[in-house]
T-cell receptor, first 115, second 117 residues
């Protein structure tokens, strides 16, 4: 059975701090790893990673995949209170030569940023 | 272009009643997925549907739960004879056909919070 584990489960920081969120996975027929931000409503897409060692960046957020270690990290620099949310990691697997939106999610990391 | 629409946002049911959750996919999307999020847990896949077809229901409990996506109208997730353990947030997602690597083309609705008294 596919499995995704995130750490830490929760994190409390102050504005301006840098945080690193971790995600490790065990999945058959890996296709991609995704990061989402969830703020009491719909998870919103942040990054999709398919290749090892290539950093994806969007403003203060960045992420990288290590397929050898079966893991990924999400970095947030100069955190702001608006970054407070649950960050979800998910993996997408191939199924019979194709893939579809059957994602396996980790339990999430609750990030709280204090002013 | 409206996003994935779910209703109701909140649903309260007493034990033994039926719950019907609705999901209208994004325009142009013909693939619908239902996920459940229990308190302090990640999202768990339940079912994947295309118009009039259930493609993968491996995450659906065998009893009391059913899903449909008719030719016309929204997708419906139905839970019969609800129990307290069914209390959760139910999210719907949709993707376009022939999406290849689906991940970044998957869009989630805001969810329905089901509370069973």
């Amino acid at each position: 059975e596919d499995k995704v584990v995130q750490s830490p489960l929760s994190l409390v920081v102050h504005e301006g701090d840098t945080v690193t969120l971790n995600c490790s996975y065990e999945v058959t027929n890996f296709r991609s790893l995704l990061w989402y931000k969830q703020e009491k409503k719909a998870p919103t897409f942040l990054f999709m990673l398919t290749s090892s060692g290539i950093e994806k960046k969007s403003g203060r957020l960045s992420s990288i995949l290590d397929k050898k270690e079966l893991s990924s990290i999400l970095n947030i620099t100069a955190t702001q209170t608006g970054d407070s949310a649950i960050y979800l990691c998910a993996v997408e697997a191939r199924a019979g030569g194709t893939s579809y939106g059957k994602l396996t999610f980790g339990q999430g990391t609750i990030l709280t940023v204090h002013p | 272009n409206a996003g994935v629409m779910q209703n109701p946002r909140h649903l309260v049911r007493r034990r033994g009643q039926e719950a019907r959750l609705r999901c209208s996919p994004m325009k142009g999307h013909s693939h619908v997925y239902w996920y459940r999020q229990l308190p302090e847990e990640g999202l768990k896949f339940m079912v994947y549907l295309q118009k009039e077809n259930i493609i993968d229901e491996s995450g659906m409990p065998k009893e009391r739960f059913s899903a449909e996506f008719p030719k016309e109208g929204p997708s419906i997730l139905r839970i019969q004879q609800v129990v307290r353990g069914d209390s959760a947030a139910y999210f719907c997602a949709s993707s376009p056909p022939n999406a290849g690597t689906v991940g970044e083309k998957l869009f989630f609705g805001s969810g329905t919070q089901l509370s069973v008294l």
